[in-house]
């Protein structure tokens, strides 16, 4: 049931933010509870991108359901396909090649920096800058042409299969990523100028929808959202998968809970993916792409959990088998989902300018909230 | 905390409790009336700690429903899945939202989707489904809607 809009018996004004609104990235409906210009409550409307995947997915087969992730978290796109890859591979045991795991992890490091990118130049813009947009959209821009070359997409790449990925990377991939790299570390320095020191942005996220970890803990929330308030989760450290644990990078954390902190922990974060696309890009082993598997897949019987670090926190993909070609049941534990239902708790109390704040720092995508 | 002592622990906890062999973490099979007190230990005894709810969902096996709890503890890093068996035609469970606060979303999420009602929750009702879906639960097997949806 949606609220009456309009004014309360107390004097208390319910208001719209959405679904067609600017600052909520996509088809996102809050209804707000507002006394002054103090949020009393908010209210998510969810549903308007739901298009019931895991539903879909109980009539495609274990090849087919991968594709459908994609578009979930579409900016997150490699590492949802990852996921959905490890699952099966796990049923069935399949050994992914040395090859394949290198790609991939490549991929998914690449995801993160695009996605950090574009979450960092719409951030400034919900606050009111437009100028950051266009530099995060020029680094963005030489990842999506390496996607482009490699996976033949820009976006919805579905370039990860079970046994490893789908083709060979292009000949020019070595070469553009480094090309990448440099330019990364010529321009990131502009990040810091524009946004992290300026004073009127640090005013706006400091102190701005704080996050004890006890709450990160009890919502369930992850990724840099709870990073940001000192909980350990990184799905890459405490349950490695790939060749994670035979990499050198940290887990970023920061203590404050703010908004500000989320912040920090996006921009230390991408500096720690290209510390590990720098370690793998001149060591991607020779071999094959991917491992040979049976034409038709048959998980058996019995239940399958995996989880993976996206760019948003923690994916969890858990498929119940009967024995045949399709699932029986599947479930995604998306990130978004859980990350949003803080929303409420953080913002109560707070002026309505923060909300803005704190939707953006907690990078929410609609489509992976919805499904 | 091993799997083996982590079963030991957990049967003396609820000893009518049984244990699903098989599968990649300990799997407890509980009936819906010992669920709340046990959910409770889940969490605050400070050996378990189950503090992470991570995934709460439901499966429809035609005859009846199984909720499934997948549990973790940040501070011990064990797992541990807890099932429940719920009769078809009148599903009823206690809310865990008192306990891990993610469960409101997560229980509104599958009150809509398989029409399980979650007794004490705070606020059920729809969350993705517009108004007018009251009853119809479109991830149960015999759901059908010959207008959105496209069999191949």
Known sequence: ?371 | MQQEELKIKLSALLPAATFEEGGEWLTMQVEPTDWPALANNLLTEPTLNFNFLFCLTCVDWKTHLTMVYHLSSRTFGHNMVVKVKLDAAKPVIATVSDLWRTAEFHEREVYEMFGVNFLNHPDLRLLILPDGWEGKNPLRKDFVDPINMIKL
């Open chain 1, 1 to 371: 049931m949606i609220e009456e809009i309009g004014t309360t018996p107390e004097g208390e004004l319910i208001i719209n933010v959405g679904p067609q609104h600017p600052s909520t990235h996509g088809v996102l409906h809050l209804v707000i509870t507002l006394s002054g210009e103090t949020i009393r409550k908010v209210e998510p409307h969810l549903g308007y991108i739901h298009r019931s995947i895991e539903k879909m997915c109980e009539s495609l087969t274990y090849r087919q359901f991968i594709y459908v992730t994609s578009r979930m978290d579409y900016l997150s796109a490699h590492i949802n396909n990852h996921a959905c890859a490890l699952v099966v591979e796990k049923g069935l045991q399949i050994e992914v090649p040395a090859r394949a795991q290198v790609i991939r992890v490549l991929m998914d490091e690449l995801t993160r920096v695009a996605s950090h990118e574009l979450w960092w130049g719409s951030m400034a813009m919900d606050l009111g800058a437009f100028t950051p947009f266009f530099h995060a959209f020029r680094e963005r821009e030489s990842i999506n042409e390496i996607m482009e070359e490699t996976c033949g997409a820009r976006l919805t790449m579905n370039y990860m299969v079970p046994g490893g990925v789908v083709q060979d990377i292009h000949p020019n991939f070595q070469k553009k990523v480094k090309a990448f790299l440099q330019l990364y570390k010529l321009k990131i320095h502009e990040y810091d100028e524009l946004v992290t020191g300026n004073i009127i942005f640090q005013n706006r996220m400091k102190g701005v929808g704080i996050i004890k970890p006890e709450d990160a803990l009890s919502y369930g929330v992850t990724g840099p959202a709870a990073r940001g308030s000192g909980l350990s989760c990184d799905v890459r450290k405490i349950y490695p998968y790939e060749i994670y644990d035979k990499l050198d990078f940290e887990e970023v954390l920061e203590t404050a809970g703010d908004s500000f902190a989320r912040y920090m922990v996006r921009i230390r974060e991408m500096q720690q993916s290209i510390r590990i696309i720098e370690q793998l890009i001149d060591n991607i082993p020779e071999g094959d792409f991917q491992a040979k598997t049976k034409a038709v897949l048959k998980l058996p019987k019995g239940d399958y959990y995996t989880r993976v670090e996206t760019a948003r926190g923690e994916l969890g993909v858990y498929i119940v088998s009967e024995g045949g070609t399709t699932p029986y049941r599947i479930k995604f534990r998306s990130p978004g989902f859980s990350n949003l239902s803080i929303l409420d708790h953080i913002a109560r109390g707070s002026k309505l300018g923060d909300l803005v704040a704190m939707m953006g720092t907690l990078d929410l995508v609609i489509p992976d909230i919805d499904r």
